[in-house]
């Protein structure tokens, strides 16, 4: 069989720029004498703006008409086991590629003074940490990516364990065995998946798109077993109930860059590699489990939301608002519908958004009065007034505010949902409503009232640095919330040939399709043309 492998009309390996741009700053900072802090800090910055500016050449250039993988980079690297660097994105991996690289600018800027030791070593390990979150979005070779979803722990769990909270070594182990348990079971089925191809083809390869062509008769007893091996290593990472009990631990512990890396990004690579491996691998199995996941998720929705009402440290409060969230996530993801499925992806990008500013908001507070306990703050907003403007915007777009970017994902999803099943979407609304609880009561108990704590007097506003990279959070909230459409367009062929793939699939017809329906379905991996055998 001949597979057409999408193309890259740029003539230039811009994935790979992306990608490898930050570990050639980590590289460069080896060499700078620790004492030069404040060129550390900057230079840091302005590599991660570079990336930032770069990236956003992966949004013009892109072809929204077809669904192909584009600026496509390929390979060979290791001959004798088939493995390849082959790298690409479409529209279900673009949007997660620039929010990456629109983060780290944030991350390393909120920082500043935050992280008072070991300055050099930590902005090594965030811009290595990009490489890994960056590269595991491009990458279609299975080997490829999981040499990037492991790299990315390494660099989580020194941020963690050397410049986290009074726990830190608890919640950095904590977070390493937990992901890397749930990798070991994505391991041995990708090893799995290996060998059933080699016994099809007589070739050996982990590459993607040719896996997708061969491996798409895998009979529903392999794959049960597949599936809740993938399954098991990406709902620890979303995570989904009752695989989350790393993340409070990890957030609370984790420096403000950390937390808003964790809730921006790292959450959402379990989320996309359920699109992109297990949905379209096993489409029978995925479609038996979700009533499963489906109760799982309307689980981790109300659960997630209960447990934030009860908190009383503001960190923890917004990491159990993550787990309800993903949970909305997830279960318009296994609805199987374009308009679930898009609404899963928007509401990724707008959860990355709105959490990422909540973690910045909590850490501008932490940094002035060293406590996240809600009970030692309380009208703030006589003191603080733009920074309380900057914390509605955040709160209103993360219970999502008609006009803000939480109302467009969270109406999507729930829209997906209902076309599904009413009932789950009955559960899944009142996520909405537990959330807008949580959020105004947090809201009404820190920024209003009387300041009735002394020091609390004494809180300066918002500095310049602070509004830097607090603005762009803003302008995101209200462009997504007035006009989605760009980042609807951008999903939307690659979506809906998933969708017509994962139907196509599992149909009564299965049986009996016929090479050129075959062909159809499979192009969405490829550049639309034939697939010839």
Not at 44 to 71: C, E, M, N, P, Y
Not at 256 to 282: D, E, N, Q
Not at 348 to 356: A, D, F, I, K, Q
Not at 404 to 423: H, P, Q
């Amino acid at each position: 069989m001949e597979l057409q492998f999408g193309s890259n009309t740029l003539g230039f390996p811009i994935l790979s720029f992306v990608t490898f741009f930050p570990l050639v700053g980590a590289v460069i900072l080896l060499f700078v004498p620790r004492d030069k802090t404040n060129f550390i800090k900057w230079f840091s910055f302005f590599w991660a703006l570079i990336l930032f500016a770069v990236s956003l050449v992966l949004w013009f250039k892109f072809d929204r008409g077809t669904w192909q993988f584009q600026f496509v980079e390929r390979v060979p690297w290791i001959d004798k086991l088939g493995v390849e660097y082959y790298m690409g994105i479409d529209g279900i991996s673009i949007l997660l590629v620039l929010l990456t690289t629109f983060v780290m600018p944030v991350c390393v800027l909120c920082s500043y003074e935050y992280i008072t030791e070991r300055e050099k070593e930590y902005y090594i390990a965030l811009l290595a940490l990009a490489v890994g979150m960056i590269g595991a979005f491009c990458a279609l070779d299975m080997f490829l990516f999981y040499v990037f979803w492991e790299v990315m722990l390494v660099p989580m769990y020194f941020i963690i364990g050397i410049w986290g909270g009074p726990r830190k070594l608890y919640a950095a182990i904590k977070f390493f065995l937990y992901t890397f348990f749930g990798s070991v079971f994505m391991l041995i089925c990708i090893i799995a998946m290996y060998f059933m191809y080699h016994a099809k083809t007589g070739e050996w390869s982990f590459n993607y798109v040719k896996w997708l062509a061969y491996l798409n008769d895998i009979p529903m007893k392999y794959q049960f077993w597949l599936f809740l091996g993938f399954f098991l290593a990406f709902a620890i990472k979303v995570p989904l109930w009752p695989f989350h009990t790393w993340l409070p631990d990890a957030h609370v512990e984790a420096p403000t860059a950390g937390s808003v890396i964790l809730a921006a990004i790292l959450l959402k690579l379990g989320t996309y590699a359920f699109l992109r491996f297990p949905i379209p691998f096993f489409p029978e199995a995925s479609k038996f489990f979700a009533p499963f996941i489906a109760i799982l998720s309307i689980i981790a929705i109300i659960y997630g939301a209960l447990c934030a009402l009860a908190q009383e440290d503001m960190k923890k409060l917004v990491a159990y608002s993550s787990v309800s969230h993903m949970g909305l996530v997830m279960l318009a993801m296994f609805m199987f519908n374009p308009t679930g499925i898009m609404g899963s992806i928007i509401q990724m990008v707008n959860h990355g958004l709105s959490t990422g500013a909540l973690f910045l908001i909590v850490g501008i507070l932490y940094e002035r009065r060293h406590t996240r306990l809600i009970r030692e703050y309380s009208g703030i907003s006589k003191v603080m007034p733009g920074f309380a403007v900057i914390f509605m915007f955040a709160m209103l777009s993360s219970i999502g505010l008609p006009g803000l970017n939480g109302f467009i994902g969270e109406f999507t999803c729930l829209a997906g949902v209902f076309k599904a099943n009413w009932l789950y979407a009955l559960f899944a609304a009142t996520g909405t409503i537990l959330g807008a609880g949580y959020m105004l009561w947090l809201y009404q108990r820190t920024m209003f009232g009387v300041i009735a704590i002394e020091e609390n007097w004494y809180l300066p506003d918002m500095k310049l640095r602070e509004w830097v990279y607090m603005i762009p959070f803003v302008i995101f909230f209200i462009w997504i919330g007035v006009y989605p459409k760009p980042f609807f367009k951008i999903m939307e062929a690659s979506v809906n040939h998933l969708v017509e793939y994962v139907n196509m699939r599992t149909s009564s017809v299965n049986v009996s399709m016929d090479s050129s329906k075959m062909n159809a379905a499979l192009s969405f991996l490829t550049d639309g043309k034939e697939v010839k055998r």
